[in-house]
C-alpha cells in the first residue's frame, strides 16, 4: 500500500462547480500536511498548508481528518484557471523525516 | 526576490557524458532537495542536504552524485549519463523538513539521446 494516496482523476468538472478530493495517508505518526498545485509539467507550488482545525484560503478549503487518516481539498466556485494537478504532501517525522507526495489529482473545469 | 533557481532549463546529452544540473537558493534556507518527475511515477527524491557539507540519499540515488559546499548553492551531477534518466529534475529548499513546505525551482528538463 502506498504511504500517501489520491484518486489520479481526471476530475471534469464545469465551471461554478464545486469539487472535493481527498488524500490518504497510512502513517499515523504524519504531522504536518500540505496541498501544491502543479501545471503540465511546471514546478509544484504550495496552495495551503492543512491545520487540524480546518483552513480557508478564498474558494479554497482544507480539512484534516486524524482519525480516518486523510485530508480534502474543497474548491468553490471552479474556475478555469483552477485546471491543474492537485498534490498532497505529508510530513512524517517518526524516527527520520520523510516527505511524501502523492502522485496528484487532476482537474479539469471545463466552459 | 529570485527564491530558489536551476539551471540550465533544458538540456540534451548523449549517453555515458556527464551532466550537471545547478540550483541556487537565496532564501538561506538549510534544506535542500533534489527530485525527479516522470509520468506515472510522480515526485521521486534524490538526494537532499540538510547544511552545508551535509548530503544523504532519497529513493533513486543510483547513478547521481551531489555536493553542497555552500548553503546557496546544491548541484545534481549525473556521472555518466543514461536514458533512464531522462525526466524533468527540481530543485527545492526548505527552512525546515519537519513541519515547513518545500519551495521548487522551475525544473530542468533533461534528454539523454
Known amino acids: 500500500r502506498k504511504e500517501v494516496e489520491q484518486d489520479p482523476g481526471p476530475f471534469n468538472v464545469p465551471e461554478g462547480a464545486t469539487v472535493a478530493f481527498n488524500c490518504t495517508y497510512s502513517?499515523?505518526?504524519?504531522?504536518?500536511f500540505f496541498w501544491y498545485r502543479q501545471d503540465c509539467r511546471k514546478e509544484p507550488k504550495l496552495l495551503m498548508s492543512?491545520?487540524?482545525s480546518g483552513n480557508e484560503d478564498g474558494r479554497f478549503t482544507a480539512q484534516l481528518n486524524r482519525a480516518s487518516q486523510y485530508i480534502s481539498l474543497l474548491i468553490r466556485d471552479s474556475k478555469l484557471s483552477d485546471s491543474a494537478t492537485y498534490l498532497c504532501?505529508?510530513?512524517?517525522?517518526?524516527?527520520?523525516?520523510?516527505?511524501?507526495f502523492g502522485t496528484g489529482t487532476r482537474l479539469k473545469v471545463l466552459a | 526576490d529570485a527564491g530558489i533557481t536551476q539551471s540550465p532549463r533544458y538540456k540534451i546529452t548523449e549517453t555515458g557524458r556527464q551532466v550537471t544540473l545547478m540550483c541556487h537558493q537565496t532564501?538561506?534556507?538549510?534544506?535542500m532537495f533534489w527530485y525527479r518527475q516522470d509520468l506515472g511515477h510522480g515526485l521521486r527524491l534524490i538526494y537532499y542536504?540538510?547544511?552545508?557539507?551535509?548530503?544523504d540519499k532519497g529513493e533513486v540515488p543510483d547513478g547521481y552524485v551531489v555536493s553542497r559546499s555552500k548553503t546557496e548553492n546544491f548541484p545534481l551531477t549525473l556521472e555518466s549519463a543514461t536514458r533512464s534518466q531522462t525526466s524533468v529534475y527540481f530543485c527545492?529548499?526548505?527552512?525546515?523538513?519537519?513541519?515547513?513546505?518545500?519551495?521548487f525551482g522551475d525544473g530542468t528538463r533533461l534528454s539523454i539521446l
Open positions: 527545492a529548499s526548505s527552512e525546515s523538513p519537519y513541519n515547513q513546505p518545500q519551495h
Open positions: 502513517n499515523s505518526a504524519s504531522q504536518s
Open positions: 492543512v491545520y487540524s
Open positions: 504532501v505529508v510530513i512524517v517525522t517518526s524516527g527520520t523525516y520523510k516527505y511524501i
Open positions: 532564501w538561506s534556507h538549510s534544506y
Open positions: 542536504s540538510a547544511a552545508a557539507d551535509i548530503t
